[in-house]
């Protein structure tokens, strides 16, 4: 075990297979992630965070993709967004933003989005790319860039590191698929993908940092 992780991506590991094996691990245990996550006081400085990009955003219609328990939509919403929630997980959607009888909820992966070009001025991605292989994450960028409107943002939020593979962490019991990046690395990974940086800040939060970018092509 190197860094805290269980087994790197080897020859023949299947990418959509480790995407299949992280949504079972979400939605086995959707309901004890949304007790552990739906408030803001486990996580300082997280609310000021979305409440800083959402004040600049340049239209209301926003998208919080791999929402789980929908806790910074479900704010957004409350300073008057439009908020679609979205993320792979059924039972996550269900008892998350559903339980809270948010108005948009979409079941899907982030690497297969269902909306149209430009539809958001603004797209949030906390903790979710983490998720992907380190293979598929310019992909999910270039997709993500995509929905949004020529002057939209999006705000990611990533595990700094080295390395990729399988972890039990957290308030889930099963194993799941961590890729962990240095933020300059990721920043140019968003670069190669046609995002334009406003902003890396390391956060104060254990290992996390944020990016702030824009489609910028009008
Ligand atoms: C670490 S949780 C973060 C939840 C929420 N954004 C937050 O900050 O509390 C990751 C969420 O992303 C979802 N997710 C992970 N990979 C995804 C993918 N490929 N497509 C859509 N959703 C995904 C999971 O089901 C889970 O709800």
Redesign the pocket.
């Known amino acids: 075990m190197v860094g805290g992780l269980d087994q790197g991506l080897g020859e023949g590991v299947n990418a959509p297979e480790i995407?299949k094996e992280?949504?079972r691990a979400?939605?086995g245990f959707?309901d004890e992630?949304v007790s552990a996550?739906h408030s803001y006081e486990p996580f300082p400085g997280?609310e000021d965070e979305l409440r800083t990009f959402a004040s600049d955003l340049p239209g209301s219609r926003f998208l919080?993709?791999?929402?789980?328990?929908?806790?910074?939509g479900l704010l957004l919403a409350k300073l008057g967004f439009d908020v679609v929630f979205?993320?792979?997980?059924l039972p996550?959607l269900h008892h998350?933003p559903g339980s809270a009888r948010a108005r948009w909820l979409v079941c899907?992966?982030?690497?297969g989005l269902p909306f149209c070009e430009g539809a958001f001025s603004g797209v949030?991605?906390?903790?979710?790319l983490?998720?992907?292989p380190r293979s598929q994450c310019r992909d999910?960028l270039v997709g993500v860039r995509k929905i949004l409107d020529g002057r939209g943002r999006v705000l990611m939020?990533m595990k700094r590191g080295t390395g990729e593979g399988w972890r039990v962490a957290?308030s889930i019991p099963k194993r799941r698929w961590f890729s962990y990046y240095a933020p300059d690395e990721f920043a140019e990974i968003c670069e190669s993908a046609r995002l334009v940086i406003d902003r890396v800040t390391v956060s104060d939060r254990e290992d996390w940092f944020t990016v702030t970018a824009g489609r910028y092509d009008i």
């Open positions: 995407r992280v949504c979400y939605s959707a992630y996550t997280l919080d993709l791999g929402c789980g328990s929908g806790r910074d979205a993320d792979f997980s996550m998350g899907c992966d982030v690497l949030l991605l906390s903790g979710v983490l998720h992907l999910a939020s957290g």
